[in-house]
């Protein structure tokens, strides 16, 4: 599983919070964020939409965010190169082409 994964570690005692969609709404997702120890935050199928505060815009979460930044990039939104260490030169060069706009502007 992705959680699983992680790499960044939380000190011990920090109580963690996992927020996520509609589409993991069933029982064994949730059992699954348990047994990790986060405490899960997710929204039921069929709950509606909450407003925003009046002049703020949603948030968007921080994945959607970056995979949109990646998504600008053409060269990797459709992959055409054949050997891996292209591709993955290409991600790296985007990843620092966003870290510098962010820096920058």
Not at 45 to 50: F, I, L
Request: proline share 3%; net charge positive.
């Amino acid at each position: 599983m992705l959680l699983d994964a992680r790499i960044v570690r939380a000190p011990g005692a920090v109580t963690q919070h996992l927020c996520l969609d509609k589409g993991n709404d069933y029982v064994d997702a949730e059992r699954a964020v348990c047994r990790r120890r986060y405490i899960p935050h997710i929204r039921r199928r069929g709950e509606e939409r909450r407003a925003c505060r009046r002049g703020t815009r949603p948030r968007r979460w921080v994945v959607e965010r970056v995979t949109s930044w990646f998504n600008r990039c053409r060269k990797l939104l459709i992959r055409w190169e054949k050997k891996a260490q292209n591709y993955l030169g290409l991600v790296h060069l985007a990843a620092a082409i966003i870290i510098w706009r962010a820096l920058v502007g």
